[in-house]
């Protein structure tokens, strides 16, 4: 189906202001571009999967040169921010949008349910940290990991969230301090001893400039929480179920450690977790301890290849001047 056909439609169906907001987001998401290896820095690729239509079309490459699974091409930075400002919980996380527009507060059953993730990370926390840590949960959502920290005496907290919603729904019930923005828009307080980033690298279009902005306003001896999938977690399941067109980075262990090197973070604690997920705490190294740069790992590419089982299909991108 042609755009203007849509376009059509889309005016047809729903009033013109929405009709107007919607066509603008689809003209963002379908412009796309390459990006280098977020690991790397390469610019050689090999296909690994294709699916879908228009902007939710997905190309996931690996880097030939490290073995980085990323998507390729992807949306920019902007296309993702209209993407969770606008989109993301109305139909991403229908069943929570609702509770989100009606402004009711957590029952305590709900923010304390051992299946919720926010159990899940404080229970991994909580020995990192302080009743005086400041602490700053990017792209917080809803705010459950804030609203479990504020119920156990730590008060020092801010959450950053692209969804205007969420942040009024926090500030509101539970007077947390939420920004309305992104990890790079964003304008913090000063330093943090914990930035915690759960379910948000994969989503940024640039993860290597994502890590290097969180370890700015991070202190000498702070922490970072991470979670992330694992990519080679599904070996039971379907291996192609994690790929999803908001995703631009499928770590597996190996090339998540060489992207922490490369921007200057080493592993304090790997958690025992779901098996598709990684959870992680990480710090800085010193910059009289840093490691040479990772620029190459070919056993990780290999071991990619045999895992998806991927014809060769070689796509190599040139680094446009």
């Given at each position: 189906?042609?755009?203007?056909t849509?376009?059509?439609?889309?005016?047809?169906a729903?009033?013109?202001?929405?009709?107007?907001?919607?066509?603008?987001?689809?003209?963002?998401?379908?412009?796309?571009?390459?990006?280098p290896?977020?690991v790397?820095g390469?610019?050689?690729?090999?296909?690994?999967?294709?699916?879908?239509?228009?902007?939710t079309?997905?190309?996931?490459?690996?880097?030939?040169?490290?073995?980085?699974?990323?998507?390729?091409?992807?949306?920019?930075?902007?296309?993702?921010?209209?993407?969770?400002?606008?989109?993301?919980?109305?139909?991403?996380?229908?069943?929570?949008?609702?509770?989100?527009?009606?402004?009711?507060?957590?029952?305590?059953?709900?923010?304390?349910?051992?299946?919720?993730?926010?159990?899940k990370?404080?229970?991994?926390?909580?020995?990192?940290l302080?009743k005086?840590?400041k602490?700053?949960?990017?792209?917080?959502?809803?705010?459950?990991?804030?609203?479990?920290?504020?119920e156990?005496?730590?008060?020092?907290?801010?959450?950053?969230?692209?969804?205007?919603?969420?942040?009024?729904r926090l500030?509101?019930?539970?007077?947390?301090?939420?920004i309305?923005?992104?990890?790079?828009?964003?304008?913090?307080?000063?330093?943090?001893?914990?930035?915690?980033?759960?379910?948000?690298?994969?989503?940024?279009?640039?993860?290597?400039?994502?890590l290097?902005?969180?370890?700015?306003?991070?202190?000498?001896?702070?922490?970072?929480?991470?979670t992330?999938?694992?990519?080679?977690?599904?070996?039971?399941?379907?291996?192609?179920?994690?790929?999803?067109?908001?995703?631009?980075?499928?770590?597996?262990?190996?090339?998540?450690?060489?992207?922490?090197?490369?921007?200057?973070?080493?592993?304090?604690?790997?958690?025992?977790?779901?098996k598709?997920?990684?959870?992680?705490?990480?710090?800085?190294?010193?910059?009289?301890?840093?490691?040479?740069?990772?620029t190459?790992?070919?056993?990780?590419?290999?071991?990619?290849i045999?895992y998806?089982?991927?014809?060769?299909?070689?796509?190599v991108?040139?680094k446009?001047?």
């Amino acid at each position: 189906m042609r755009p203007e056909t849509i376009f059509k439609i889309i005016k047809s169906a729903v009033e013109p202001r929405t009709a107007l907001k919607i066509i603008k987001t689809v003209l963002v998401y379908s412009k796309r571009r390459y990006f280098p290896c977020s690991v790397c820095g390469g610019f050689a690729f090999e296909k690994i999967f294709e699916s879908g239509v228009f902007y939710t079309k997905k190309t996931v490459c690996v880097c030939k040169k490290c073995g980085t699974v990323c998507l390729n091409p992807r949306m920019d930075e902007r296309g993702y921010t209209d993407y969770y400002q606008n989109w993301y919980h109305r139909f991403s996380q229908r069943e929570s949008w609702d509770r989100l527009k009606s402004m009711d507060p957590y029952t305590n059953d709900e923010v304390r349910d051992p299946n919720c993730y926010a159990v899940k990370v404080f229970n991994n926390l909580k020995d990192y940290l302080s009743k005086d840590s400041k602490i700053i949960d990017i792209g917080c959502g809803a705010g459950e990991l804030l609203i479990l920290l504020k119920e156990n005496g730590l008060n020092n907290l801010t959450g950053v969230e692209p969804s205007k919603e969420c942040c009024d729904r926090l500030r509101s019930h539970y007077d947390i301090n939420c920004i309305d923005g992104t990890l790079l828009t964003a304008t913090y307080s000063g330093e943090y001893d914990c930035v915690i980033l759960h379910a948000v690298l994969e989503h940024l279009a640039d993860p290597r400039k994502a890590l290097e902005k969180a370890k700015s306003v991070l202190k000498p001896d702070g922490i970072i929480y991470l979670t992330v999938p694992d990519l080679f977690g599904y070996e039971y399941e379907d291996k192609f179920s994690l790929f999803w067109f908001a995703h631009t980075f499928y770590p597996s262990r190996k090339s998540l450690k060489m992207l922490l090197n490369n921007t200057g973070f080493k592993i304090e604690c790997y958690f025992q977790g779901d098996k598709c997920e990684q959870h992680l705490i990480v710090k800085k190294i010193p910059r009289n301890q840093q490691l040479p740069l990772v620029t190459e790992n070919l056993k990780e590419y290999k071991k990619v290849i045999e895992y998806f089982l991927i014809k060769k299909r070689s796509m190599v991108y040139r680094k446009r001047s």
